[in-house]
Each structure stands twice: as structure tokens, then as C-alpha cells.
């Protein structure tokens, strides 16, 4: 064989075996009858020996011709499953996506962004891990999951953060609390109060004990633990105030329970973060621009459920961490 296998002579063979004559072979390629009749003579200079006995206008396969069709007609299928194994990659029909976001995180957020993602997306397999924030920082940096949802400052080299949303600090009480008729809490108002915090020896709970440091206000901590969840559960219990990241506690705040601002601003911001080598897969970047696009509809939204706080409880960051 002197030169490579023209796949659009192979497959016009295949086709002239199948359907008798060059004429047909040509109306089912869409292709004119010398066409595809240079297609075979070529494919036949390729592989160096004859495929047809010319008989009155009529093709007969030789016998090497009727060895060669079997597997030719087998590879030839096995391109065409190529093909559409790439297109369908190509637009996202398969495909696996695997996270890792903090546990308040996953259900306060991600639920509303998996499901838009989905519409988009409906064959993609996706998998949600939740880990404490250096566990996952692994996890990213080691492919072991494709991207997550980190707390900032991510401070590796080895990971790269993309900024999503900043919001602030709310406190969560039971309507039926006096403090709940506040415009807003700060450490004083809250002196002497019952309080159900969460994070233990976390950067969160560092700022809401600087907080009330800076004030002069001993805090009272009734409860310590360790889901937004949680603490909402037992603030609509009326066992006490929780000091809450807005945007998380977005989801629990139903029945009884008001959220109220707190001061000073405490800040919590998360950014979407990958490895840094290779970088981001397409389906982890798409996800990306569909969770950009949540925190923008949530901003932008005039619906004031959860005491008109929906408008405030993300605000996109504009700078970049990695």
C-alpha cells in the first residue's frame, strides 16, 4: 500500500457493495455517478489489487473484496461512533463534573445552581462532595474533584480562585423576640443575649468575637455549632440570637424567624477555585458562568422575600484571588 486509506473511498465501497451498483452508492452518498467511481478506482491504486470484476457496465466484489468489506464496514462504524462521541462531548451530551463546597454552602446554594445547571445540561453526571475548607483546597489541587467553593483567601499557588459573591453577616431571631422590632443588631444591642454561634475557631467566629471585643461586650453563647441549618433550627425555637452569613442563611429563613443586619459588617466571600494545572475543564468553567449568573439574577431580583434582603445578600466580587 503506497499511500493512506482515502475514508471517503472505503466508505464509497462499502456503500457500492451494499447496494449493488455505483449509481446507487452514489444517490445514498449524495455524490454523481463518476465521482464515486473515481473513489473506487482510487482506493483500488491504494491498496494495490482489484475489488470489482467489470462485467457490461456491472460491479462484481471479487473475493478480496468480500474480506476487505466486513471489517471495512466494522471500522467504518467505529468512526462514525468517534464522530458522535465528539459531538456529543462537544456539546456537553456527557460528561462528569465533581464539587466540593463547604456543607452550607452545598445546601444553601448550590441546589438553586445544580438545577439551572441541569436544564442546560441534562446528561451531565455531576457529583457534590462537602469537606472542611484545607480538605478541599486538596482535594482541587489533586483533581480529585474538578473545582469547589472556598472561602477567601484561598492562599496557594497551586489553585486558582475566580471571586463569585460577597455578602455580609445577619442576625437570625425568633419573631417573637423584642429584638426582632430593630432595624438592625450590633455587639451592644445584643448584650446579655443568648447567642447560637457557629465555627469554633474559624476565621467567622474570629470576627464575631473581635466584634464584640471591640465593643467592650462579653458575649453569651448559649449554643455552639456547626451548620447555618442548625443554628436557624434552634433560633426559630426562640433559644437564642445566631449571627449567620446572609446569603447562606437565605434558604432557612421561613415561619417565625427574621433576619435582621448586622454591625459591623462582617464580610464572607467564596470564589469558585480550580487547579492551577491543568486549569478549569470546560464543564467546570460553564458552571461557573451558570453560578455567576444565579448571583446575578439574585442581586438584581425585586422579590423581597426574607424581609427584603434577597436584593442584598450577594454582591459579585470584581477582584481576583489565587
Not at 467511481?37 to 475489488?51: H, M, P, Q, V
Request: with cysteine.
Amino acid at each position: 500500500m503506497k499511500s493512506g486509506i482515502d475514508l471517503r473511498a472505503l466508505k464509497a465501497f462499502v456503500t457500492v457493495v451494499r447496494t449493488g451498483t455505483v449509481t446507487a452508492a452514489g444517490r445514498q452518498l449524495n455524490l454523481t455517478q463518476p465521482t464515486t467511481s473515481r473513489l473506487l478506482a482510487t482506493l483500488e491504486k491504494s491498496i494495490g489489487f482489484a475489488l470489482f470484476h467489470r462485467d457490461r457496465g456491472r460491479l462484481i466484489p471479487t473475493a478480496d473484496a468480500m474480506l476487505l468489506f466486513e471489517e471495512a464496514e466494522l471500522a467504518l462504524g467505529s468512526i462514525g461512533h468517534v464522530r458522535d462521541l465528539i459531538e456529543d462531548i462537544s456539546k456537553f451530551r456527557v460528561g462528569r463534573l465533581r464539587l466540593v463546597a463547604p456543607p452550607s454552602f452545598s445546601e444553601g446554594v448550590l441546589p438553586e445552581v445544580i438545577a439551572r445547571f441541569i436544564k442546560r445540561f441534562p446528561d451531565v453526571h455531576l457529583s457534590i462532595d462537602t469537606r472542611s475548607v484545607e480538605t478541599a483546597k486538596t482535594m482541587i489541587a489533586t483533581r480529585a474533584v474538578d473545582a469547589g467553593f472556598i472561602k477567601t483567601p484561598v492562599e496557594r499557588n497551586d489553585l486558582t480562585a475566580e471571586p463569585v459573591v460577597s455578602s455580609g453577616s445577619v442576625c437570625v431571631l425568633s419573631r417573637k423576640n423584642a429584638l426582632s422590632r430593630l432595624d438592625y443588631l450590633d455587639p451592644e444591642r445584643l448584650r446579655g443575649e443568648p447567642l447560637i454561634l457557629l465555627g469554633q475557631g474559624r476565621q467567622s467566629r474570629a470576627q464575631i468575637e473581635t466584634a464584640f471585643a471591640e465593643a467592650g461586650v462579653e458575649p453569651h453563647t448559649r449554643i455552639d455549632t456547626h451548620t447555618i441549618g442548625s443554628a436557624c433550627g434552634f433560633a426559630a425555637q426562640g433559644v437564642g440570637v445566631t449571627i449567620v452569613n446572609a446569603l447562606l442563611a437565605r434558604p432557612y429563613l421561613k415561619g417565625d424567624l427574621v433576619a435582621l443586619p448586622f454591625r459591623p459588617d462582617l464580610r464572607h466571600e467564596y470564589a469558585f477555585v480550580t487547579a492551577s494545572v491543568p486549569g478549569p475543564t470546560r464543564l467546570a468553567l460553564e458552571f461557573l458562568t451558570e453560578t455567576k449568573r444565579w448571583f446575578a439574577d439574585l442581586q438584581s431580583s425585586k422579590d423581597s422575600s426574607s424581609n427584603q434582603l434577597a436584593r442584598k445578600l450577594a454582591t459579585p466580587s470584581r477582584t481576583r484571588r489565587g
